[in-house]
């Protein structure tokens, strides 16, 4: 036997190849990261979706181009391209920090995993990246060394150094545009800034330990709000990072307030008490309030509208077709007659001037035909209009100034497209019954 594969084997591979190849796409695809692919010489050949979503390129603007474009700085490049993109790199996916631009830019931190891709025998085929953004991350870990450093300055304070920085916290917390509210274990206020004060329209040293529920909460929903702080303060569950609650203030009135939540917990991550912030969106939900009211009112007004100009296309219509009924059984055959008896030619004209006049009163009927066959001709509509009459071809003919033969290729023409060729149904009947 010999060792070259089957057909059927090299068809099942060729299958295999296919679906691999779709589901890599796929997976190419939906990678929340960039991934960025390049060649020897750093030149991108692919990138995910989410690349140009991060970077802000498009992908025509990426493939083909140099990756060098990506970094905040030549020197990183060059730096990166020495460590991990070049072909004597080894194939560990380490990641590592790097700053990137985007095309408006911005410089943003990432987590980036560089390798070098080769083939089974060792060739080197380029370079994959994977990169995430950890802009925020990195702030965070800055604002929290930021914030480590602070407190190691603040533990070496002396005591009046200390009550200095306290004074300054403080100020910080007054000028704040928002209401600030630090509340214990036991639901007491134990920080309030002066934001919160005049929006409460209290003083400090009144509402300093008093309870925040029993005292600035409507009644009808204290309960209700006592036993989630009790469940967040017991780690029962997550605290809320958006919401909005109504406020009482000391002269009785409810202010609507946005709140975002912060869980304070002790020197060994024991909860023990809850920060907020809160801002009056009292006006602004008035202002949504009215507008969704008069987006009602005009929702209503637009229907009723609806409803009136319906009403009246279909007493236009009603009209139309009673204005066309009594044209055909009440004139059309007074004039059929007419034009009958009399023999002189000039008479017969004024007959026709009549006629064609009263075809351009009955003219809704040829809009309406148009609307249910679009393929019909305005001519082939215009012989509709005469057949529906009662016209013969010959009277039709002399009107257009055609011959009797052509008419006839216009009746069979009109079959064909009203749906009625090769069927014993008169013409003439069919028309009128699509009135």
């Not at 029993?214 to 967040?232: C, I």
């Not at 958006?242 to 203030?249: A, G, M, S």
């Not at 969106?281 to 309030?289: A, D, L, N, S």
Request: include cysteine.
């Amino acid at each position: 036997m010999s060792g070259k594969p089957s057909y059927e084997e090299l068809e099942r591979k060729l299958e295999q190849y296919k679906h691999d190849s779709v589901l890599f796409a796929c997976i190419f695809k939906a990678i929340p990261d960039a991934v960025v692919f390049s060649d020897a010489n750093r030149q991108i050949m692919m990138a995910n979706p989410a690349a140009s979503q991060i970077f802000g390129y498009t992908e025509e603007e990426v493939i083909g181009a140099s990756s060098q474009q990506f970094y905040a700085s030549g020197e990183e490049y060059e730096k990166q391209g020495e460590v991990r993109f070049n072909p004597i790199a080894e194939e560990m996916l380490k990641p590592y920090e790097v700053c990137y631009r985007r095309k408006n830019g911005e410089i943003f931190y990432s987590e980036t995993v560089g390798t070098v891709v080769r083939d089974d025998e060792g060739n080197t085929l380029g370079f994959l990246a994977i990169i995430k953004d950890i802009t925020e991350r990195v702030k965070a870990r800055k604002a929290l060394q930021e914030a480590y450093h602070a407190l190691e300055r603040r533990v070496e304070l002396g005591t009046d150094e200390l009550r200095e920085a306290q004074e300054k916290k403080q100020k910080y917390l007054d000028v704040a545009g928002v209401m600030l509210i630090a509340l214990n274990a036991a639901g007491e206020i134990t920080l309030i800034n002066q934001h919160g004060c005049r929006l409460l329209q209290v003083k400090e040293e009144e509402v300093l330990g008093r309870n925040w529920f029993d005292q600035f909460v409507p009644r009808r929903m204290a309960d209700s709000v006592k036993k989630v702080f009790s469940k967040l303060i017991s780690g029962d569950i997550e605290p809320v990072k958006y919401y909005e609650n109504p406020v009482l203030t000391s002269s009785g009135e409810e202010r609507i307030i946005s709140f975002h939540n912060s869980i304070l917990t002790d020197g060994v991550g024991l909860i023990n008490g809850i920060l907020f912030s809160g801002n009056d969106i009292t006006e602004r939900k008035q202002i949504e309030e009215e507008l969704q009211r008069r987006s009602q009112k005009l929702e209503e007004a637009n229907i009723a509208l609806r409803i009136l100009l319906k009403q009246c296309g279909d007493a236009r219509q009603e009209l139309e077709k009673n204005v066309l009924a009594n044209i055909n059984e009440l004139i059309t055959p007074h004039l059929e007659n007419l034009d009958m008896k009399l023999t002189d030619r000039q008479q017969k004209a004024y007959v026709d001037i009549i006629k064609s006049n009263l075809l351009q009163i009955t003219a809704s009927f040829s809009r309406n035909l148009y609307e249910q066959f679009p393929s019909l001709t305005p001519r082939e509509i215009q012989v509709v209009d005469f057949i529906k009459n009662g016209m013969a071809n010959k009277d039709i003919a002399e009107l257009l100034g055609l011959s009797p033969r052509t008419v006839e290729t216009y009746r069979d023409n009109i079959r064909i497209k009203l749906g009625i060729k090769n069927k014993q149904v008169n013409l003439r009947s069919h028309i009128l019954s699509l009135r």
